[in-house]
């Protein structure tokens, strides 16, 4: 298996709703990540997880809460969002925390809230 | 901190012509850089890396790329293009992040869309 699998990969939700965006890899990968999309835009790094520590926040919103409950799965819990939120999220994989290893994109959740 | 620059947001071709993708590096250490291609609605494909082994990269899809130190470069070829190649395509450098184990981080550039022209 050679894929981040993300789940949904559309998703709506109202400002005032609790919706959760889910990645699982079965690679052994111990390194995870979450990023941002916007339209015609470059990915943007949200969090990074090390052997299932978070190791990174690039000081994002606590109305985004990432959770690792093991190795193979990251989840991202979504609360009292905003409509400038709506965006590409992708979740990525890589061997380790090390500068060589490239990173295994999902194909990632669109976003959109209302 | 780390960081590249792709230059020109959108680059067309015709079909069968040189596919040429420019990207520079800053980095006062020696950079470990990436090549991605994102195709509409979906994530990020990795076309090749480097990582000092090689200073001539060959990645998927018969795309390659050389690093060039004395020009901070690291541009992506294709000798011939293909309509299945348009696309919006990456450079991504990897750098230290914070501290302590899992302190990297991906940085990308602005992105370049590639269009085909039949």
Not at chain 1, 72 to 101: F, K, M, T
Not at chain 2, 32 to 40: C, R
Request: charged share 15%; net charge positive; glycine share 8%.
């Amino acid at each position: 298996d050679t894929e981040v699998t993300q789940t949904p990969k559309h998703l709506v939700m109202g400002m005032t709703n609790k919706k959760s965006l889910k990645c699982e890899q079965h690679m052994g990968h111990r390194a995870m990540y979450w990023y941002k999309q916007k339209a015609k835009k470059p990915p943007e790094l949200m969090f990074v997880y090390s052997y299932e520590k978070l190791s990174i926040n690039e000081s994002v919103p606590s109305r985004f809460s990432p959770e690792c409950p093991n190795s193979s799965l990251l989840n991202l819990h979504l609360h009292a969002l905003q409509p400038e939120d709506s965006a590409l999220y992708l979740c990525a994989s890589s061997q380790g925390p090390g500068r060589s290893n490239g990173y295994t994109f999902g194909s990632g959740t669109r976003l959109t809230v209302v | 901190a780390q960081s590249v620059t792709q230059l020109g947001s959108h680059v067309s071709v015709s079909e069968g012509a040189l596919v040429l993708l420019r990207c520079n590096y800053s980095s006062s250490v020696p950079p470990y850089l990436f090549w991605y291609v994102q195709y509409p609605n979906q994530g990020l494909q990795l076309l090749l890396k480097y990582t000092s082994a090689a200073t001539l990269v060959k990645g998927i899809n018969g795309f390659e790329a050389e690093f060039k130190k004395s020009e901070t470069s690291f541009h992506l070829t294709k000798p011939s293009a293909h309509m299945s190649d348009a696309a919006e395509y990456f450079c991504a450098v990897s750098e230290p992040k914070g501290s302590g184990a899992g302190s990297y981080q991906l940085t990308f550039g602005k992105g370049t869309k590639l269009s085909v022209i039949p």
